[in-house]
């Protein structure tokens, strides 16, 4: 028999002598802390380790000799030793301690019979087919041409009525020469110019046929077209040359002149300078021409623009209202006829056409303006300029007067011979403009045949492709409404054939499903059956085989039961003898202390007295020698 641990018991009795009262689950660190706890559990656990092994128990009590009682009459062993090492070598089970289980028998009426449940056969359903309807193909309709007008004889015709301008020599040009003592620039007067205000006359109205009315709904159609109204404009002060000029020359200052003057004025500064004429005011005539000369491209350029722009917002707020129309009868289309769809195409066409000529219109009176303009300034700057000529030569006259009459003649025939040409340059560019009028005007006339010639063809080819496209959409609902007949035909014969297919086939599979049921459950019923008699009789085989055991395992307990109470009580003996000694060692040392004590009480009372004997003596003594020698007394 091998020893293994103290009962807990036991380690409360060891722990109570070793005077340990605290947890016991740290007991052992208490006994690890001290090597003399040490030695002493050691000697505990090799008495219990001898016990085990059958020997007796030293400084036992008188009569404590524990040796190993007989063995039970049951078992074969002669102690608890043998037993234990006669199941560590064999270790086997008692005859009749292994449960035998039982099989479950296998029985024919328990299984399900191959293809029970099973449905045979199979279920066709004929589907029915759609026809189909085929719509009706549109034949080719051809588009209409537009054949354009060519404008090139017209401009031959007004090409050879232009004629280059002839000069002719001026007799003024010679002069007899005279002597001047005194100067005429003071008597000069600068040119001056007028401007050729545009005065727009034309006005943008509605025109015939921009107005339409319903077909289908004539009350509701007209209150739609009476709220419809054309776009209108005027040009606004920007958008003329002399609103820009107004604007750019409203906020003009001389003393800090704008970007666009500056370069102007210091170049007309320059040359009145260098001519002697910085201060006259044939230079400031000179500057403000300069400045007005400066000005005019940029309003013009500015002009341009601004009425482009408001052309085009004419324009857009035109289309917006023709194509808010146009929406607008899209949603009454199921009231209107093809006749009102095309007095809607005509009306906006018709407004673009009136559009374009308001434009065009006001573009040509706008370049009259323009070519006046120009006009006007080129003689203002003639003038100005033979003005200015003559000033300088006078001033030379007055400066130089050397060979006066040779210069006089040749200066006069110059200017004289300067005029001429300046006239001959001015007549051959009106009549090279008026001739680029006309031929400008041709081709204008010309395009604008040609759109009216173009709207008409494509306006043509809008109305046959309409009446294409209906019949061709006529076509295809017939053709639609045919298929989705046939389709539904069709598919009400399939459902009708798929709901009887159905039918029957529910059938067949509740009858098989209830066969499969009541088979399952006959062969579930009859497994059943055979397991439970299975698991009794393996649970009488387990109730068996463990009363077996029990029965092994009380005895095999009980008798180490005995051992362990056999080693308490010789462990207890001697736990007791040493009690005894120990309190028969107190008992003596507290008596020896005893009558220690009483002796030195004794002695203490003793010398007690024996002092306060010897005190009061000396205190008597003292007393008279200090009142002899202080001379007390």
Partial sequence: MQFKAFKPQAMNKIAGAMGYTGDMNQFQNYIEQDPMRQQQMQKYNNAAMQMARG???????????????????????????????????????????????????????????????????????????????????????????????????????AMAATQ???????????????????????????????????????????????????????????????????????????????????????????????????????????????????????????????????????????????????????????????????????????????????????????????????????????????????????????????????????ANMDAQNLNNRQQTAVQNAQNFMQMDMANLSNQQQTDLFKAQSRIQSLFTDQAAANAASQFNASSQNQVDQFFANLGQQTSQFNATQSNAQAQFNAGQSNTVNRFNAELNNQRDQFNAQNQLVISQSNAQWR?????????AVNRSNELNASAILDISKEAYSNLWNYYSDVMEWAWTSGENDKDRITQMALGELSAKNSNEMSKLRLDAEESGAIGGFFASVLTSQAGSIASKVLGFG
């Fill in 527 to 535: 497994r059943q059956i055979a397991t439970a008699d299975t698991a």
């Fill in 55 to 157: 020997g007796v128990v030293k400084k036992m009590a008188e009569g404590g000799d524990a040796s190993t009682p007989a063995a039970p009459t049951a078992a074969p062993v002669t102690n608890i030793g043998d037993s234990t090492t006669q199941r560590m070598y064999s270790p086997a089970l008692p005859v009749g301690g292994v449960t035998q289980a039982a099989m479950t028998p296998v029985d024919v009426s328990t299984e399900l019979q191959q293809g029970t449940g099973e449905l045979t056969g199979s279920v066709a359903v004929p589907t029915a087919m759609a026809t189909t309807s085929q719509s009706t193909p549109q034949a080719n309709t051809q588009a209409n041409v537009m054949e354009a007008t060519a404008a090139a004889p017209a401009v031959d015709a």
């Fill in 164 to 394: 280059a301008a002839q000069g002719t020599v001026d007799p003024r040009s010679e002069v007899a020469a005279a002597q001047q003592t005194a100067t005429s620039v003071g008597d000069l007067t600068a040119a001056q110019g007028n401007a050729t205000l545009i005065d727009n006359p034309v006005q943008r109205s509605i025109q015939d046929g921009e107005l339409i009315t319903g077909v289908a709904d004539a009350q509701t159609a007209a209150t739609f077209n009476e709220q419809i109204q054309a776009a209108e404009a005027t040009p606004s002060t920007q958008a003329t040359v002399q609103g820009q000029l107004a604007e750019l020359t409203n906020t003009f200052d001389a003393a800090n002149p704008p970007a666009w003057a500056a370069g102007a004025m210091r170049s007309a500064t320059q040359a009145m300078a260098a001519r002697g004429l910085g201060a006259s005011s044939l230079a400031g005539q000179a500057i403000v021409q300069a400045t007005m000369e400066s000005a005019l491209p940029i309003a013009q350029a500015d002009a341009q623009i601004v009425a482009q722009f408001e052309t085009q917002n004419l324009s857009n707020r035109q289309q917006r209202a023709m194509l808010a129309a146009q929406q607008r009868a899209q949603f009454m289309g199921m009231e209107f006829d093809q006749e009102f769809q095309s007095r809607v195409q005509n009306s906006a066409r018709i407004g673009d056409i009136a559009n374009m000529n308001f434009t065009a219109e006001q573009q040509v009176q706008l370049e009259n303006s323009r070519s006046v303009n120009t006009m006007n300034l080129n003689n203002l700057s003639n003038s100005q300029a033979m003005v200015m000529a003559e000033a300088s030569a006078l």
